[in-house]
């Protein structure tokens, strides 16, 4: 499980420097509208996730994302990744990952065993876009 968090580490390290983000202004508030999808509207999950929030993402990047991850108000809180332990441990990489935001507060890296959407085990990676938005994505 190390290798594979440092995997994961690696991956957000390297791609972070070359992400491509787009127009933040058009992400600040959500909806974030095409091609962007409501996950609770395509998955069996909750519309509100605590911890992740309300998620968005382009389908024709998953499973990595970017996963565009809104308070309760509606407000862009995070980036999230999602991305596969397997597929990292078998050399997969990520490259030119999208991110919601230019301004990042903080990241979290941490293990997930599987949810729908994602049902292999895997790394979350969630950029965090100003101060408050941990606490406000916990509940």
Known sequence: MKTS???AAALFAATSTVAIA???TALVQAPPGEPYIRVSDALPLPEFIPGLGTLFVNPDTLPAGPFLAYDHEGKLSATVYMTPLEALENGQSYDDLG????AVRGVDIYYNAGHPGVDEPHAHVVLYHDEGAKGRLAK
């Open 99 to 102: 991110i919601g935001s230019h």
């Open 22 to 24: 787009q127009d933040d």
């Open 5 to 7: 968090l440092a995997l």
